[in-house]
């Protein structure tokens, strides 16, 4: 994950000052048009509404990022695993190509359940030409999935054999009898 999660900053540093390059020429050549919107700013427009009290920052002269909260500032490692895991989802997100199936194993890992469902929610409708597959144990967040296919796996054997099992409106007794 520390490989993935440093791959997908420099990804979005380096668009987001790719992004910044493109514009100036763009103004500077007086070529009409809107300026492009990078990935982290696109990025920042997502965290604001999940942290409003910190504010995300790119460094030019590091090339990282930092967060700004109460006027403190502070390195991107310096972050709970919670505000990092939503900074790598967001993103993952943002990067996935156009009508991508988007799998995220265990969405709510490391974080507070009172942001999953906006998280989750907010990006769906950002990526509303991907299609999401979660898989989570948490039925707080299962019950949150709206307009959503439930599938239960009976079963899995290694490497690549599932039972699954669409549920629809009524829970099969032997699901019911394995969850008590």
């Known amino acids: 994950i520390d490989e993935s999660f440093t791959r997908i900053i420099a990804a ?6 790719q992004v910044m390059d493109f514009n100036k020429s763009k103004i500077g050549g007086y070529i009409s048009g809107d300026v492009e919107e990078s990935r982290f700013d696109q990025l920042k427009r997502i965290w604001s ?12 002269a590091t090339r990282s990022i930092t967060a700004m909260k109460n006027n ?6 310096d972050m709970s695993d ?5 900074i790598h989802y967001i993103a993952q997100v943002l990067f996935a190509p156009e ?3 988007i799998i995220v194993d265990e969405p709510e890992n490391h974080l507070n359940l009172s942001i999953v469902t906006k998280l989750w929610d907010y990006l769906i409708q950002v990526r509303e030409t991907c299609r999401f597959v979660f898989i989570s144990h948490t039925v707080e967040f299962i019950a949150s999935r709206r307009n959503a296919k439930l599938v239960w796996c009976k ?4 490497p690549d054999t599932w039972d699954l099992q669409e549920i629809d409106d009524e829970l099969p007794r032997e699901l019911i009898v394995e969850l008590l």
């Open 12 to 17: 979005l540093i380096n668009n987001h000052y």
């Open 155 to 158: 079963s899995f054997t290694y």
């Open 82 to 86: 919670g505000e990092k895991s939503v």
């Open 72 to 77: 403190s500032t502070y390195d991107l490692n």
């Open 49 to 60: 509404v999940l942290f409003p009290e910190i504010k995300l920052m790119t460094n030019a």
């Open 99 to 101: 009508n991508s199936i």
